[in-house]
């Protein structure tokens, strides 16, 4: 048995991430362990706050932690540090005198207080001054019911930022925007918002144009080149690349043209695409960046495991490309179409067919925290279950490394 933790991102009203809400997990086959919330808490304290830095997991941001009653009044909260993490009270706590001796202690010593699917029960109006967020849950109360308490508690409620989780539209995150929702929770901020038109920066253009270039089946080194120089940011990165992520610091490259030789083609082609994903969603919230890192790198290790059945290079462009429907706001078929790509990654993409389209399939239900989905797919696969959520757990730090360059 072990333990697996997932990581959700809260949003502010701008789509950028604000901070990660931690959910313990226990296997692929069980989506809620049949153990106690103080045992789930405890487990995931100790493996992602004690055993190792929490900045591994969430990078700079902070944490949001579900908290059962038992676990604040015990005073289990001391070891963890303040300026990382928000306590979150589930609902299921009893708003009582030694609850709120707990809290306003908390407070003293500069912890942030969240109290979880917030009930609007009146037994809570007396901590409200020692709250600092409050998280409405857009499926259990009406737009209506959340209105009016937020009225009828406006003189109480200045200081504390309302948090609008299990937001899956844009008309949802508008609404909560309008009613004056600070933070925001759901799937939402993945999905494409249609839009009439979209043109690229002068940035954007290169880098479409260098991406082009760099997937025809003979490469123009002399081209690349030229294009390259239009933008110092862009041979910065390569230059960094080279020296800092995939090859140390122990041969310096000093000049594009060497950075092209070392990394030869396929890596040439694979940075292009690095930059070419994260620089087209410049309007987007960086988080789909980081996702498409993730799901870029976690295909090319399932296909290396696979045996054969795909390039592993092919997968990488499959993973990282999975998410440009969002960053661009268009669909698969206007976008892929007409990419000189291969019809398999076209194919996975557009139609989500063959075993490209599985690996997304995968990646998709791992994200969404469907396990039952996720076992058969792993099983089908060949692949033991273990060994998927160590892949992804060196997919995500790969993706941080790459982001932190």
């Known amino acids: 048995m072990y333990s697996f933790v997932a990581r959700q991102p809260i949003l502010d009203a701008k789509m950028r991430t604000y901070a990660y809400e931690l959910l313990f997990r226990q296997g692929l086959s069980n989506a809620f362990p049949n153990i106690s919330s103080e045992k789930a808490t405890i487990t995931l304290l100790e493996e992602q706050f004690l055993s190792q830095p929490i900045e591994s997991l969430v990078g700079d941001k902070i944490s949001f932690v579900n908290f059962p009653y038992s676990l604040i009044i015990a005073g289990i909260i001391d070891s963890l540090p303040a300026q990382k993490v928000v306590i979150e009270i589930l609902e299921d706590a009893t708003p009582n005198d030694t609850l709120l001796k707990s809290v306003m202690d908390l407070k003293e010593r500069h912890y942030t207080i969240a109290l979880d699917d917030f009930t609007m029960d ?41 948090l609008a989780e299990k937001i899956e539209t844009k008309e949802e995150f508008e609404k909560a925007k309008d009613m004056g929702f600070k933070l925001f929770q759901g799937y939402f901020f993945s999905k494409p918002e249609v839009v009439k038109h979209k043109t690229l920066s002068a940035n954007q253009v290169v880098v479409t144009q260098l991406f082009t270039e760099t997937i025809k089946d003979n490469i123009d080194y002399d081209k690349i080149e030229k294009i390259i120089n239009q933008d110092q940011s862009l041979a910065y ?25 070392f990394l030869g083609k396929d890596n040439m082609r694979r940075f292009i695409s690095l930059v070419y994903a994260t620089c087209i969603n410049e309007n987007k919230p960086s988080e789909l960046s980081r996702m498409s890192l993730v799901r870029a790198r976690f295909c090319e290790l399932i296909a290396g495991k696979r045996q054969n059945k795909v390039e592993p290079q092919d997968a990488f462009m499959c993973g990282l490309f999975s998410l440009l429907d969002a960053m661009m706001d268009r669909p698969f078929s206007e976008i892929i179409s007409s990419m ?26 791992y994200e969404t925290l469907n396990w039952p989905r996720v076992k058969v797919r792993v099983q089908k696969l060949g692949i033991d279950e273990q060994e998927a959520i160590d892949t992804y757990l060196e997919a995500t730090k790969w993706a941080n490394k790459i982001l932190s360059t």
């Open 122 to 162: 009146p037994a809570w109006d007396r901590f409200l001054p020692h709250i600092d967020i409050i998280k409405f849950d857009w499926r259990l109360s009406s737009h209506q019911e959340i209105q009016d308490y937020l009225t009828s508690h406006a003189g109480q409620m200045d200081h504390i930022k309302c």
């Open 237 to 261: 990165k390569l230059l960094s690349y080279v020296n800092n992520v995939r090859y140390g610091t122990s041969d310096p490259i000093t000049s594009f043209r060497h950075a092209v030789v």
């Open 340 to 365: 000189p790509i291969k019809e398999e990654i076209k194919q996975a993409l557009i139609a989500k067919k063959g075993e490209l389209a599985f690996y997304i399939g995968l990646v998709l239900d």
